[in-house]
């Protein structure tokens, strides 16, 4: 006979209610390890789907991802040319912009009100009216080549050398639609999806050179206006001809604008190349600055999202502490609860063994179905969160045994108290539960 | 014939110096098997104690305590949970049935626990729900039942292991007086059908003629067992 069973059909209710209880606390500690993970991998995203070993960017630059780094284009044909480099494509990449009108649904009115107000920054009347900017990371790179997107969800991939683009699906961007990026209109072609920057702003791809018009194009009166600082200052030279000085400024002047830039190269390394060794050659023939896949995504991780995944897993931490001692004190009082019953069946003269038994396999099942439901929960509810949550099946597990030991432990602590050393305590307490009447074994009244 | 039970100068105290209260002085007194006897006394006079240390629950400061003639606290050290389960059955004021259990799950959890299950149990268990007049109640939970019910049905649970002896506390106290005096006159039948010595601690001067002996206690000491020739005092054992 199954007394754990018999006990937890008998008291049904108490027993789900206590599960959901704990599968909703579990759902929570999952969710925070989700976005965890899911910001870890947004630093990675970009730098994965690239399939790049190294990442050449200006000297002393952190780049591409975390500073602006500038190198002349044609750089890349002589690093293609080193021993040991596979292959290298030209990458152009930085945040952009453009105004949409805003979808925030009742649910963001509600979170968002519910923020702000109170604060210094109080949003002003009508704000959700107001035209909202859609962020976007723009990545320019040559068709074939490396740093291109590397799923097509929807449309097709960039055929065209123009005006064409491809967008992650969180940008919102339907296939076939136009917008206008810097003085040219583009035309979506495709879809891809989950290529995201770290701050979790969508990629925008298009070919090297129209990212370069988007992000790198000068404004035309900034050009003008150095056009004829060049042209004074070269006239102003005494020792040049004036006949000759007006042509010459000219010339040197689209010279200088016709240099076109990238902000890093990205390069594959032959098999069984040592990365390092390549890194080295690269770095002091050109005097620029190599970093490995791996220092680019720690530069994102300990760098610009170092302060919030150290708060968020400290939040983690401490809501894992509380999630133990919850969870802990619902196995504990569950046990509580049917002390009159192990009373009764310590005097029917029922084995520790047997009593311990029930007990834990009570904590125990409690423990290990609120974690499937706290992870069925944290699964489904994983979409519709606005930055990406990514909790595993690994998390689960952990959670899995975590949950069993602290079950465990609680049902361990609670024990005594039902399984009083003092066996006549056990009958007191039978009594008293029952009639309230002071037994003789604490002494005469 | 050999005592179900058998106490010689029991004592009982808590606390030690200033502070020591004597629940329990120098009681001595056996029960044969078929006899039925009432433990007496007002609130506070020992009547629990004594039933506790009689059960093996609560070990007795002085004195002994023979089980079928086996001194328990004397030589050789017993499993007390063991010859609880094997050799005493508990009826508790209020029945206290188990009660996610229905009537015969309680009948048989007291079988399974000396290891009679299966068929053998199931055929057990059925009788004793119809020898005491509640077969019909057997898949119903203790919610389910009435006080008298309940009672008999913690009868069934404390005949289920073949007792040598039967304690109840108070097994009447949560009921009235017919329902009480019916409940007595079970155990009675049971006592002389079944051969188990039964001890009730009552307050219910009522019940006293269905009972074949009474031990009366006074601020913890034995004042009185009018009945019972067997009164024992002091060291001299039977």
Redesign the interface.
């Known amino acids: 006979m199954n007394l754990a069973i018999k006990d937890i059909r008998y008291h049904l209710f108490k027993f789900i209610s206590s599960t959901v209880g704990v599968g909703l606390i579990l759902m929570v500690v999952l969710t925070i390890g989700g976005i965890i993970r899911g910001i870890i991998l947004d630093s990675s995203t970009i730098i994965d789907a690239t399939g790049a070993d190294l990442w050449v960017v200006q000297k002393d630059w952190l780049g591409p991802f975390v500073e602006i780094s500038r190198l002349p284009e044609d750089y890349y044909h002589a690093i293609q040319s080193m021993h040991g480099v596979d292959e290298v494509s030209p990458l152009v990449m930085a945040w952009d912009h453009i105004e949409r009108p805003m979808r925030p649904t009742p649910l963001m009115k509600f979170m968002y009100m519910n923020t702000v107000i109170g604060t210094r920054t109080m949003v002003q009347p009508g704000w959700m009216d107001m035209p909202h900017d859609l962020r976007f990371i723009v990545i320019g790179y040559e068709p074939g080549h490396l740093g291109g997107p590397p799923v097509i969800v929807a449309g097709r991939g960039i055929e065209a050398s123009h005006y064409e683009i491809v967008a992650d699906v969180k940008t919102g961007l339907e296939p076939g639609e136009h917008i206008r990026l810097g003085d040219f209109d583009y035309t979506v072609v495709g879809l891809t999806k989950n290529i995201v920057g770290y701050t979790a702003d969508p990629v925008i791809y298009a070919t090297l050179n129209d990212a370069q018009n988007i992000l790198l194009e000068a404004d035309p009166d900034l050009l003008r206006n150095i056009r004829r600082r060049t042209q004074q200052q070269l006239l102003s030279a005494a020792t040049l001809d004036p006949r000759l000085s007006g042509p010459l400024a000219n010339h040197a002047s689209q010279i200088a604008e016709n240099v076109s830039f990238v902000n890093a190269v990205a390069v594959k390394v032959q098999p069984g190349v040592s990365v390092e060794m390549v890194a080295r050659e690269i770095a002091r023939w050109k005097h620029l600055t190599v970093y490995t896949s791996a220092r680019e995504v720690n530069m994102q991780l300990m760098g610009s999202n170092r302060l919030i995944l150290l708060q968020l897993s400290l939040f983690r931490l401490i809501l894992l502490i509380i999630a133990g001692v919850v969870i802990g004190l619902i196995t504990y009082t569950f046990t509580l609860d049917k002390l009159k019953e192990i009373a009764v069946l310590k005097l029917l003269g029922t084995q520790t063994r047997r009593i311990y038994s029930m007990i834990l396999q009570q904590a125990v099942l409690m423990g290990l179905l609120g974690t499937l439901l706290g992870a069925a929960l944290e699964f489904a509810s994983e979409p519709y969160f606005p930055r990406r949550v990514v909790a595993t099946r690994g998390d689960v597990v952990q959670m899995l045994i975590v949950i069993s030991v602290i079950a465990f432990l609680a049902s361990i602590m609670a024990i005594p108290a039902g399984h009083e050393s003092r066996p006549a305590q056990r009958a007191r307490h039978i009594r008293r539960r029952t009639d309230g009447v002071r037994d003789s074994s604490e002494g005469p009244v | 014939m050999e005592y179900a039970i058998q106490a010689r100068d029991l004592s009982?105290s808590?606390?030690e110096g200033h502070s020591q209260?004597?629940?329990l002085k120098d009681i001595s007194m056996a029960v044969q098997p078929g006899e039925l006897f009432a433990i007496m006394g007002p609130?506070?006079?020992?009547?629990?104690?004594l039933l506790?240390i009689l059960?093996l629950?609560?070990e007795p400061s002085e004195g002994s305590v023979l089980l079928e003639g086996k001194s328990i606290y004397e030589g050789k050290r017993f499993d007390?949970?063991?010859?609880?389960?094997?050799k005493?059955g508990?009826i508790?004021?209020?029945s206290?049935l188990?009660?996610?259990?229905t009537a015969k799950?309680n009948v048989?959890?007291?079988l399974?626990?000396v290891d009679i299950v299966g068929r053998q149990a199931d055929k057990r268990a059925t009788e004793l729900l119809a020898y005491l007049e509640v077969a019909n109640r057997a898949d119903n939970?203790p919610e389910q039942l009435s006080g008298g019910e309940r009672q008999r049905v913690a009868v069934a649970?404390a005949l289920a292991n073949n007792p040598a002896i039967i304690l109840a506390?108070?097994p009447t106290?949560?009921l009235d007086t017919e329902r009480g005096l019916s409940v007595m006159r079970l155990l009675r039948k049971v006592s002389k059908e079944q051969g188990t010595a039964i001890l009730v601690v009552t307050h219910d001067t009522r019940m006293i003629s269905e009972v074949d002996g009474v031990i009366h206690l006074m601020?913890?000491r034995m004042v009185e067992d009018s009945d019972s020739q067997r009164q024992l005092q002091s060291q001299n054992g039977r």
Not at chain 2, 98 to 101: A, E, R, V
């Open positions: 009982k808590y606390g209260v004597d629940a609130s506070g006079s020992g009547k629990t104690t506790m059960g629950v609560t007390l949970q063991r010859l609880r389960r094997e005493i508990f508790f004021q209020f206290n188990i009660p996610f259990l799950e048989l959890l007291s399974e626990l939970l649970r506390d108070e106290a949560a601020d913890g």
